[in-house]
C-alpha cells in the first residue's frame, strides 16, 4: 500500500489506519474490562464478500455502536471467534468499511471530525436539524456517496435514524437497498444504552451485559418485493418491529426515553 494511497472519499489509507488503530487502542477496555461484550455470529462475517454488504442495526448511542462494530468485524476477520481478545487485529485492519452519520453530529466537535476519518459518510438528515423537525429533500450526492462506498466496500447503516427505540424505518434505507442490490446483514446490539451515554463516549455504568448479535444476510428478491415489504423486513431483523413491543412493557420504553431526555439536558449543561 503506497504511503498516500487514497479511498475514494480522499482519505489517505494509511492516515485512517493509525485512526483505527488509535480509537481501537483507546477503546477496547469499554466492551473488554469496564464491560464484557458478548459476541454471537462471527462466522458471518468471514464469509462475507469484500465489497457491497450493508449492515442495518439498532441504534443505541452516537458513536459506541459503530466503534463495537469495527472491533468486531476485525477480531472476526482475524480469526477470533465471538470475541474481541487480543487487540492484534486492530494492526492490519479492514480499510473499506464505512458508516452512515449525520453531517451535523460528525461536525460537532474534534473528536467527532477524528471519528469521521475512520470511515463516516456524512450526510443531511431529511427529517431533523439542530434538534427540530424539519422535512427536506434527500441531497443526491448523499445517496451517490453511499452507491461509492458500497462499491468499494462494507457499509454500517442505522434505518431509524435515531436512538430511540421503535421509531420507524427510514424508507431512504430500503431504496438503497432495492436500486443497489447489497448483500444486507442485520445486527442487533443491547447494553449499549445502559453502559454508555447517549454520544457512547463516557462510560456511565459499568459491568453492563452488552449484546452483539449478527445474523444471516436477508433473502431479498430485489426486482419483486416493494418499499413497504422491505422495510417491514428490516424491522423484524433488527427486532424493532412494534410487535416486539409485546415483549417489552410500552412502560419501560417511555421512562428509558424520558431517561435519555434527562441526560440529553444534563450533557449540554456540562458543555
Known sequence: ?????????????????????????LSHRRFRGFNELQIEGSEIIKSLPDKNVLFISNHQTYFADVVAMFHVFNASLSNREDN???IGYLWNPKLNIYYVAAKETMKS??????????GSISIERTWRSKGEDVNRQVKMSDISNIKKALDDGW????????????KPIRKGTAHIIKHYKPVVVPIVID????????????????????????????????????????VEKIEYAIEQHPSFLKVIPREEIEAQEELNKLRKWRLEDDY
Not at 457499509?155 to 421503535?166: A, D, M, S
Not at 459491568?207 to 418499499?227: A, G, V
Open 109 to 118: 466537535g474534534l473528536l467527532p471530525k477524528i471519528l469521521a476519518y475512520a
Open 155 to 166: 457499509v454500517i447503516t442505522f434505518p431509524q435514524g435515531t436512538t430511540t427505540p421503535f
Open 84 to 86: 474481541i481478545k487480543n
Open 1 to 25: 500500500m503506497g504511503l498516500f494511497k487514497r479511498n475514494p472519499f480522499g482519505h489517505i489509507l494509511f492516515i485512517k489506519k493509525w485512526v483505527i488503530r488509535i480509537i481501537g487502542s
Open 191 to 230: 447494553g449499549f444504552r445502559r453502559s454508555f451515554d447517549k454520544k457512547g463516549l463516557r462510560v456511565k455504568k459499568k459491568n453492563i451485559l452488552q449484546t452483539f448479535e449478527i445474523k444471516e444476510p436477508l433473502e431479498i428478491d430485489y426486482e419483486n418485493e416493494s418499499i413497504a415489504e422491505i
